[in-house]
């Protein structure tokens, strides 16, 4: 009994060293394991800077607009006798869009011609008799005469002018882009009413003009007569080579951008008001510039840095740009060499200090 009790006791001994063993080895196995990963190195492509000829090009989106565009109100009240064009119509300037009704101008107009013929013959009479008699016919009748009759024509000529404000037409040539009005419908003076109705919108769309908010460190690089090369996503067979036709010279005080606008022919009538377009403008150029590809820029806290592998350690540099590109960007930087290995790819896998292993790209 006293032997069973001490091979028990034994078994259950060597049962706790074992488990102990096997624990202290698997620890010991995830401890090498987890140095195993430590020493791992990241590799990362890195390039040099490199001199190059450099043309420093801006590339903006902008939305072309009508060149002119303008609501038309009637100058005189009326009814709408008739609506002769419509939206997608083409117009000349001067050309009748509509024409106006206003019965009560007519009734004017018979009023004042007969009552202004009544006092043109009164004048003329009295002018005849004082020519041949001037000693009979007081002179001050006779002024008096002319006065009321060229008062009276004063009235009639207004009226026919009233008359002939009925007739909306064109201001310059466009396309009808929409109408507002039909047939009966009454309108109210645009010269003397607050909220008159509007008959239709003109747009000249030839040429088009084409506007860019410019960025503000940009502003003082594009002038007018610059040339620029404008493509349309909606035309991407074609681009437009024009000059810079008025800038703003102002900044907007809430977006920072100064207004550029350049006028493209449109005889054609391709480019619509509302197309996105975008204008490429070069600013200015340089030979022999220390450059990075754009692929080396890194944001950190809203500021541009590079990667510098220096002593196979990572080190972050604050970016100071020059002239830059779709392609490339000037290094103004005193500390970046010829021969600074900067990472271009692999960048968000690293951080500053951290060891790695640098592999120059192929160029």
């Not at 064109?170 to 645009?190: H, K, N, Y």
């Not at 970046?336 to 790209?361: E, N, T, Y």
Request: net charge negative.
């Amino acid at each position: 009994m006293k032997q069973s009790i001490i091979s028990k006791t034994t078994g259950f001994l060597c049962l706790i060293t074992a488990l102990w063993l096997s624990g202290c080895s698997s620890d010991e196995k995830t401890e090498n394991q987890s140095i195993g990963d430590d020493s791992k190195t990241q590799s990362v492509e890195v390039t040099v800077p490199a001199y190059r000829s450099f043309v420093s090009e801006v590339l903006i989106t902008g939305t072309a607009e009508p060149n002119r565009e303008v609501k038309l109100h009637a100058m005189e009240s009326g009814y709408v006798e008739a609506v002769y064009k419509d939206i997608g119509d083409a117009v000349q300037k001067g050309e009748v869009i509509a024409l106006l009704g206003n019965p009560e101008l007519y009734r004017q107009l018979q009023q004042l011609t007969a009552e202004a013929e009544g006092k043109k013959s009164i004048y003329q009479r009295l002018q005849s008799t004082y020519d041949k008699t001037p000693a009979i016919t007081p002179l001050q009748i006779l002024e008096d005469a002319k006065a009321e009759y060229l008062s009276l024509k004063s009235k009639l000529d207004a009226v026919n002018d009233r008359i002939s404000f009925l007739q909306v037409k064109a201001p310059f040539s466009g396309i009808i882009t929409q109408r507002f009005v039909d047939e009966g419908a009454l309108v109210q003076s645009g010269l003397t009413e607050d909220n008159p109705q509007q008959i239709v919108e003109i747009q000249e769309v030839n040429p088009i003009r084409l506007s860019i908010p410019l960025p503000e460190r940009d502003a003082g690089a594009i002038g007018k007569g610059m040339d620029a090369v404008i493509t349309f996503p909606e035309l991407p067979s074609e681009s437009f080579t024009a000059k810079v036709s008025r800038t703003a010279n102002s900044l907007d005080r809430d977006s920072k951008t100064m207004q550029v606008e350049i006028d493209i022919p449109n005889a054609d009538g391709k480019i619509k008001p509302g197309m996105y377009a975008k204008a490429l403008m070069q600013i200015s150029s340089r030979d022999s510039v220390l450059s990075l590809p754009v692929t080396a820029q890194v944001m950190f806290q809203n500021q541009p840095f590079i990667l510098v592998v220096v002593d196979g350690k990572v080190d972050r540099v604050p970016l100071r740009k020059g002239l830059f590109n779709k392609d490339y960007f000037e290094v103004l930087n005193a500390e970046v060499s010829p021969q600074a290995q900067v990472i271009v790819q692999g960048k968000g896998l690293v951080k500053p200090g951290q060891i790695v292993k640098p592999v120059l790209k192929n160029e």
